[in-house]
T-cell receptor, first 111, second 115 residues
Framework: GQQLNQSPQSMFIQEGEDVSMNCTSS?????WLWYKQDPGEGPVLLIA?????ELTSNGRLTAQFGITRKDSFLNISASIPSDVGIYFC???????????FGAGTRLTVKP | EAGVTQSPTHLIKTRGQQATLRCSPI?????VYWYQQALGLGLQFLLW???????NRGNFPPRFSGRQFPNYSSELNVNALELEDSALYLC??????????????FGEGSRLTVL
C-alpha cells in the first residue's frame, strides 16, 4: 500500500517559535490533510488540501499541497503551549475516502 | 449534534480471548473507518465500511474483522487476542464516498489492553 513518510518524528521548541513539518509519499495523492491529536483524544482535522499547488491557511497554520502531488508541508507560526500534540499528515488516492496516515510529528512547546 | 461515539472506553482481555468494539458515526454519515494506534505510533488503517459494505482493509490478519449495520454503526471484532493487539482503536466517520474526501471525524477511541 502507499507509504507516507512524515518528518520530523518529534520537535521541541520554545513558545513563539515557528514550526515546519512535512510529509512525502511514494505515490501520487489527490487529497492531503493535516490532523492534530491531543492527549487522550482522537485526531481533529486542521486543514484539507484538494489541488496540487494549493496553499491554505487556518489561523496560525499554513499547509501546502506539493506540485508533484507526492508531498505536503504544515507550518505553525508563533507557537503557543496549546499547540502541543501529535500532528498527522494523511492522504488519499482517487478522490475517495481511503485515507492513509503518516507516523506523526510529536510537538512539545516550552513556555 | 453528537460526535462519533465509541464503546467501551477501556477494555482488558487476556491472550486468546475475543474483543468487540463498537462505534456510532455522526448522524448522516455513511462511512466508518477503523484505525489501530499502538503506543507512540501512528494510525494504522484497519477497515473501511461504506453503506454497509467493506470497501477496503489494511494489512492486518483475518482475525481482525468487522461489520457495518443498517443504521451505519459499526463493530470491530478481534479474535484470538495477542499481546501486540494492545492499542488504542480509533473509529472515524465521514459523509460518504466522493463527498469531502478525507475529512474524517474521529471518536475518542477504545483502549484495548491484552494481558
Amino acid at each position: 500500500g502507499q507509504q507516507l513518510n512524515q518528518s520530523p518524528q518529534s520537535m521541541f521548541i520554545q513558545e513563539g517559535e515557528d514550526v515546519s513539518m512535512n510529509c512525502t509519499s511514494s505515490s501520487i495523492f489527490n487529497t492531503w490533510l493535516w490532523y492534530k491529536q491531543d492527549p487522550g483524544e482522537g485526531p481533529v482535522l486542521l486543514i484539507a488540501l484538494y489541488k496540487a499547488g494549493e496553499l491554505t491557511s487556518n489561523g496560525r497554520l499554513t499547509a501546502q499541497f506539493g506540485i508533484t502531488r507526492k508531498d505536503s508541508f504544515l507550518n505553525i507560526s508563533a507557537s503557543i503551549p496549546s499547540d502541543v500534540g501529535i500532528y498527522f499528515c494523511a492522504g488519499s488516492l482517487y478522490n475517495n475516502n481511503d485515507m492513509r496516515f503518516g507516523a506523526g510529528t510529536r510537538l512539545t512547546v516550552k513556555p | 449534534e453528537a460526535g462519533v461515539t465509541q464503546s467501551p472506553t477501556h477494555l482488558i482481555k487476556t491472550r486468546g480471548q475475543q474483543a468487540t468494539l463498537r462505534c456510532s458515526p455522526i448522524s448522516g454519515h455513511t462511512s466508518v473507518y477503523w484505525y489501530q494506534q499502538a503506543l507512540g505510533l501512528g494510525l494504522q488503517f484497519l477497515l473501511w465500511y461504506d453503506e454497509g459494505e467493506e470497501r477496503n482493509r489494511g494489512n492486518f490478519p483475518p482475525r481482525f474483522s468487522g461489520r457495518q449495520f443498517p443504521n451505519y454503526s459499526s463493530e470491530l471484532n478481534v479474535n484470538a487476542l495477542e499481546l501486540e493487539d494492545s492499542a488504542l482503536y480509533l473509529c472515524a466517520s465521514s459523509p460518504g464516498t466522493g463527498r469531502f474526501p478525507g475529512e474524517l471525524f474521529f471518536g475518542e477511541g477504545s483502549r484495548l489492553t491484552v494481558l
